[in-house]
């Protein structure tokens, strides 16, 4: 299957700064990438939808100046968190969709973020 | 949009048993329907999945039901082995782009 890799796997911040989480996929072109949230015990829960050139679109509830994404090529984007609270300590999981065909979407390998 | 609810929360079987888990989903036009095992503190794994011009699809021992009529599906997977124990979550697609909302998933422990 299609490869996509997540940087960084953990990353411990403290509060008030802002993290920067990459999504590449290595071995396609990605007209789409997703970006999870997913806490401890609970559900993967849609942020947004990146597609390449163009604005991220947001899912409801989710803030967008608080999580910038950029999707600046067709294997790379990038979600950060500005000014990271505890309450946004999660498991942010990125996946690329190569578009219609096997309908597969491809999961990185996701990021554990701690805010202290 | 899209809501899909997932059943059971919890399931516990022994080891040889079967093991059933039910989604339901909201959006008539949704048309693929996948099946994610997820271990703890990794990615989730597609184990199969299912388009809405199949009603049934099977891999080993593992199989997914469709009805559309009723909106749900199910993941059956049979003569349960320890490594099966994970999380489970499904998901559902409308249209193509891309976009998968999941289910709430399930715990499933095979006992020994």
């Known amino acids: 299957g299609a490869v996509v890799s997540q940087h960084p796997s953990r990353v411990i911040c403290k509060s008030g700064t802002s993290v920067k989480i990459e999504c590449r996929s290595l071995d396609f072109q990605a007209t789409t990438m997703f970006w999870y949230r997913q806490f401890p015990k609970q559900s993967l829960m849609l942020m947004a939808t990146?597609?390449?050139?163009?604005?991220?679109?947001?899912e409801q509830g989710v803030e967008k100046d608080k999580f910038l994404i950029n999707h600046a090529s067709l294997t790379l984007s990038t979600l950060t968190v500005t000014s990271a609270h505890p309450e946004d300590s999660s498991f942010y999981i990125c996946?690329?969709?190569?578009?219609?065909?096997?309908?597969?979407?491809?999961f990185g390998e996701g990021s554990r973020l701690t805010v202290l | 949009g899209e809501n899909v609810e997932q059943h059971p929360s919890t399931l516990s079987v022994q080891e040889g048993d079967s093991a059933v888990i039910k989604c339901t989903y909201s959006d008539s036009a949704s048309n693929y329907f996948p099946w994610y095992k997820q271990e703890l503190g990794k990615r989730p794994q597609l184990i199969i999945d299912?388009?809405?011009?199949?009603g049934e699809k099977k891999d080993q021992r593992i199989a997914v039901t469709l009805n559309k009529t009723a909106k749900h599906f199910s993941l059956h997977i049979t003569e349960t082995q320890p490594e099966d124990s994970a999380v489970y979550f499904c998901?559902?697609?409308?249209?193509?782009?891309?976009?998968?909302?999941f289910g709430q998933g399930t715990t499933l422990q095979v006992k020994p």
């Open positions: 299912i388009r809405s011009n199949v």
């Open positions: 998901a559902a697609r409308a249209g193509e782009t891309g976009k998968l909302i």
């Open positions: 996946s690329a969709y190569r578009g219609a065909g096997t309908g597969e979407l491809f």
């Open positions: 990146s597609n390449e050139g163009s604005k991220a679109t947001y």
